[in-house]
């Protein structure tokens, strides 16, 4: 047997980890089998992201030791090596667009052609990536360019890559996040089949329905501890998340809308055949006081783009957009603003927020003409707002004061819903909202969405995860930008999936 058959693909021991006055991680551990699909949970903020850091060498562990295959992990800084040990393939792809699939398969290792130094031989280039593409099964087109791919088999060629380097072990980061359902099948399908070539697996997921779908076993960190390590098989669910939470699973609670909150009022909202070439077909829209309007659809359904078009992100090609009968001017961001439109992005990380300012202010950013007289900013009135949304959100800080650069990914989306609601919009447009965030926090979330409505505003939320739909009174199922089915809130999960699937019967 060889010597990574016996040893475990990874076995980090007693990692600590501190920013600061932060301990991010306290003295953890993680074991992965050679060909298993391990997946590591916990809180936003529980650590899972600065133990990838560790075990990919970007991070420099204060205390502790890791081993690939029963080996000690490279010097740190030593890049090559700990490529040819492990790799992440994160929720953004790392692939270059413009590039092609070859390219991108040999970026920074390019060899000289044999016609002289410095000649790349383009032909073998390619050769040698349909061979690399074949070996790992991956079905993609070498002289297509990475941008033209879909995401699962972007995903694909950085796993074959890093395959390429003699990594045996791929941490996958929220990896089906930008995925539809059949995108997600045909990426486990994917791992699955690498599994059993002993590929091992670290997945990082909020989704525990689909770590019990993937994995045999999971980790659970708490708080930078390790709290739990157990086969998936066997193990309840309700276990899992009072494992993650610290507290008895009863106190998280699913949202459900409750029937008939939609009163007979004027819409806030209302779009007249609104419609951007090639994303969505004119649309008449009423939100009313007191809805949560759902928007359900897809990647292609064209619901990301009417969301960017209600916040001014793009110009409609044509129609109107109301909001409290005032006509906002299309197009424009500011505009939307002041039109009373909350909006927060899918993407936080480029529309969201500035790293090195603190989480007081970046959620005031929108506010600060609110926050004292003449323009001035109070900091006591911008640390009480920043306070009072740390505790609904339930935002894990160390206070108002934190930059947001040292909070963990689930923590910033939260601060960029913060910053939405902070102006208190007429209505707020959110993209999928939970997504990045834990099990816990999605509930106080969406419940906060759910108040924006009950305080007699409006909601729409734009997302294909059931549980945010959950929250709507009403929901209008999007597919290649028209509306094909809407539902009230008694849908069930089939007859919703498969209208965002263009399957359904209520086309
Ligand atoms: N660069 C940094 N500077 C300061 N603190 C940091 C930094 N990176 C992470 N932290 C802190 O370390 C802790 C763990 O964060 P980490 O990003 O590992 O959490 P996570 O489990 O990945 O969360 P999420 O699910 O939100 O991605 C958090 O308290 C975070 O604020």
Known sequence: MSTSAVHPAVHAEGIVKRFGPTVAL????????????????????????????????????????????GEPAPAFGDTAAWQSKVACVYQKSMVVPELTVAENLFLNRFEAGGQGRGFISWRRLRRRAEELLAEYGVSADPTARAKDLAVEQRQFVEIARALSFGARLIILDEPTAQLDARGIDRLFDKLRELQSQGVAFLFISHHLQEVYELCTAVTVYRDARHVLTAPVAGLAKGDLVTAMTGEATSTVTAWHAAASTVRDAAPVLRTEGLALDGQFDPLDLEVRPGEVLGLAGAAASGNTALGETLAGLRKPTAGRITVRDRTVRPGSVPHALDAGIGYVPEDRHIQGLVHDRSVAENATLTVADQLGPWGTVLPSRTREFAQSMITSLDIKTQGPQQKVSGLSGGNQQKVVIARALARRPSVLVAVRPTAGVDVKSKDSLLGVVRRVADEGRAAVIISDELDDLRVCDRVLALFHGRVVA?????????????AMEGVGERA
């Not at 060909?35 to 562990?61: F, M, W, Y």
């Open 26 to 69: 306290d003295g953890v551990r993680l074991t992965v089998a050679p060909g298993e699909s391990h997946a590591l949970v916990g809180r936003n903020g529980a650590g899972k992201s600065t133990l990838v850091s560790v075990l990919t060498g970007l991070h420099k562990a204060d205390a502790g030791t890791v081993a690939f295959g």
């Open 486 to 498: 809407t539902y009230g809130t008694g849908w069930t999960d089939r007859e919703l999936v498969a």
